[in-house]
T-cell receptor
Framework: GPKVLQIPSHQIIDMGQMVTLNCDPVSNHLYFYWYKQILGQQMEFLVNFYNGKVMEKSKLFKDQFSVERPDGSYFTLKIQPTALEDSAVYFC??????????????FGPGTRLTVL | GDSVTQTEGQVALSEEDFLTIHCNYSASGYPALFWYVQYPGEGPQFLFRASRDKEKGSSRGFEATYDKGTTSFHLRKASVQESDSAVYYCALATGGLSGKLTFGEGTQVTVIS
């Protein structure tokens, strides 16, 4: 089936540094998402993105976070500066269309971010 | 806010056993309900959805029925196989354009041959 790729699979950085997580969504998908999962906790919605704009973001999507997809390339999540509480697995997802009832989200394998 | 609760954190079974994972939700409005499955090293995969009361979703021998009265969407499978070992997530979405999913805590299912 369709695959979402995430690069890198694991990233270790020092607190205060900038990090960019990359997502290669399914090729014809138009809606993109980031979710965050702290070890042992639920996966939580961060943000979704369509047509170059953020459509909705949660309270977890701090001012230090930003997303973009320049020219149809990777969909990225940038954190600048990072904090210890940003350590988590970040999952990217994409869907063909909008809304909850019609289009399933395809998830990548996740990027494990460790902030030291 | 919206929430999903899965009662079982871990379930251990033998092959051909009956599996039940309990999922209850709390949401404003009329949510769509989902089950996702996650295998080691992979992201969650869509299993199936149900969008209205009494609707049954099913896939790969798994099934769940939307029950608005008890706010539940319990996952069942009559005869599990070792390949069903995975983490199962119940989730909901409450409509609108965002497609935001709210997940439960997940249930680790281990099937022993």
């Amino acid at each position: 089936g369709p695959k979402v790729l995430q690069i890198p699979s694991h990233q270790i950085i020092d607190m205060g540094q900038m990090v960019t997580l990359n997502c290669d969504p399914v090729s014809n998908h138009l809606y993109f998402y980031w979710y965050k999962q702290i070890l042992g906790q639920q996966m939580e919605f961060l943000v979704n993105f369509y047509n170059g704009k953020v459509m909705e973001k949660s309270k977890l999507f701090k001012d230090q976070f930003s997303v973009e997809r320049p020219d149809g390339s990777y969909f990225t999540l940038k954190i600048q500066p990072t904090a210890l509480e940003d350590s988590a697995v970040y999952f990217c997802a994409s869907s063909l269309g909008e809304g909850w009832g019609n289009y399933e989200q395809y998830f990548g394998p996740g990027t494990r971010l460790t902030v030291l | 806010g919206d929430s999903v609760t899965q009662t079982e954190g871990q379930v251990a079974l033998s092959e051909e056993d009956f599996l039940t994972i309990h999922c209850n939700y709390s949401a404003s409005g009329y949510p769509a309900l989902f089950w996702y499955v996650q295998y080691p090293g992979e992201g969650p995969q869509f299993l199936f959805r149900a969008s209205r009361d009494k609707e049954k979703g099913s896939s790969r021998g798994f099934e769940a029925t939307y029950d608005k009265g008890t706010t539940s969407f319990h996952l069942r499978k009559a005869s599990v196989q070792e390949s069903d070992s995975a983490v199962y997530y119940c989730a909901l979405a409450t409509g609108g354009l965002s497609g935001k999913l709210t997940f439960g805590e997940g249930t680790q299912v281990t099937v022993i041959s």
